[in-house]
């Protein structure tokens, strides 16, 4: 028997799981056909304050905004980062400045001060069915749990084909990352047209929109703007060339960060009672 196995027997034993063996919903079957070695979970494990940064085009650095962001916001709560990425394409695999390695899910998770990270161990074998965050047990008092979600890219399928995180993107913070361009930000006006509600923007570039980039605005990135939602997070050489390591955030990032946090007010309840539900007991 190998150690995970051994380990998933323990988790199964204390849960009382060796009871019965009732039998994978179709929700629970599909999750993990899709995501080979990631448990599938139940919805409603999941609840408590969320915050989902977004790109709004590839390459737009937005796992450097939520690490930005997290950090922010590790002051007030038990930040849990995960990241969606496959393992190549990775923005997190080497902010750690501790591995924990491979859990029984199959999530990588790692320390970074006081920010917990979880990524995917394993390639994704579809955009959709995402897996659940991992589930870390108890809250601790207060239920100052917080779980920052990096989503990644392509944005649009990976809402619509993801039954829970679209149910998700209705209740919990928003952050949209979006680069100071005229394609970044036609591309990044699509995105919040389809999310359909307001997001804080992080716009990554110099700290004055060109006059062309300005002008290429849709409404909703107007309106965002307008409303004071928006967070510039200035380029910063060293990042751009080595990307994210152990080494603190440059300090006009990190400044950054806690801007987008101080827009944010991650305090509502989400993912009670949706769409994957457990099977009944005793089934």
Known sequence: MTVQAMRSAVIAIRAGAFDATPAASDAESSASAAWPGVAARSAVEFSGPAVIVLAGHPGVGASTVALAVSEALAGRWRVQLVEYADPHRSGLGAASDSELGVDADGWRRGRRGAVNLARLAEARASMGDLPLPPNDGDDGPGGDRLFVLDIGCPVSSTLTD??????LVSTAELVVVTRMTVPGVRQTEHILTALGTPAVLATVGSGRWPGVVAASCGPTLRAARAAGRAVNVPTVGRLEID???????PKPVAAAGKALAALLSPNQPVLTGLSVTPPDEGS
């Not at 990307?243 to 955030?249: I, K, N, Q, R, V």
């Open 162 to 167: 993801s039954g829970w995180l679209n149910a």
């Open 243 to 249: 990307g994210l390591t152990a080494d603190p955030l």
